[in-house]
């Protein structure tokens, strides 16, 4: 199987990229449903207390070994080093591309922990177990052709997806995911959690 490529993508080491030794061992994606309370207390005011929706983080856990070389592992990691810490240029992290097979994340480093498991007889590491957690970048382009998608100054049809609601449709559209309720008022639906997968749901304008 091809290796994990890293494409950097813009600051000091813009275009350059470098494949990691060994593939991730595994890795997770992350969606999180942000609330208003810590703590909710049935599911009408889980509703209610729905805010917005996070997603697309990502964290690899990473393998690195140089038993076979002889050499001291944190070699290896100079290049996950450098895109983890702030860049000259950008003064922050920078964003970079990660493709491994099918997979293809565009993110920056939000944490970078390093977990040294095996040593040569002088103490110098030579394995290390390497979790990265990443969050999703974005460009400003990419905000704004959003932004456009989303506006919600005309009406629309939207047809209901797996895993979609009238208030992940209100969060979406309107930006305010307590107006599930004028969707479910617009297009007549009496029960807002059994729609049937597939329906059509029309996004008129927010203040109509």
């Known amino acids: 199987m091809e290796k994990m490529t890293i ?16 593939n991730p061992n ?16 049935g599911l009408k005011n889980a509703i209610d ?24 592992v944190r070699v290896q990691l100079f290049n996950l080093d450098d895109i983890s810490r702030m860049d000259k240029k950008l003064h922050a992290p920078p ?10 994340f565009y993110g920056v480093v939000s944490e ?20 990265l957690k990443l969050k999703r970048y974005k460009s400003t382009e990419e905000i704004e052709k959003e932004n456009e998608l989303h506006s919600s100054d005309v009406t629309k049809v939207h047809q209901l997806k797996e895993g979609e609601s009238l208030f992940y449709l209100a969060h979406n559209h309107y930006q305010d995911p307590t107006l599930w309720r004028k969707l479910a008022r617009d297009n007549g639906i009496d ?16 203040d109509k």
Do not use: H
């Open 191 to 206: 029960d807002p959690l059994n729609i049937e997968l597939g329906s059509m749901v029309r996004l008129a304008p927010k």
């Open 95 to 104: 964003p970079c591309q990660f493709v491994w097979g099918s997979l293809t």
């Open 26 to 41: 595994e890795y997770t994606e992350t969606l999180t449903n942000i609330y208003k309370e810590d703590e909710l207390v």
């Open 7 to 22: 494409n950097i993508m813009a600051g000091e080491y813009k275009d350059e990229s470098f494949e990691l030794p060994f």
């Open 112 to 131: 970078y922990s390093r977990k040294f498991t095996y040593f040569y007889s002088d103490g110098t590491p030579a394995r290390a177990n390497v979790t």
């Open 49 to 72: 207390q729905f805010k917005s929706i996070k997603e697309g983080d990502l964290t690899l856990n990473l393998l690195f070994d140089t038993t076979s070389e002889g050499i001291d």
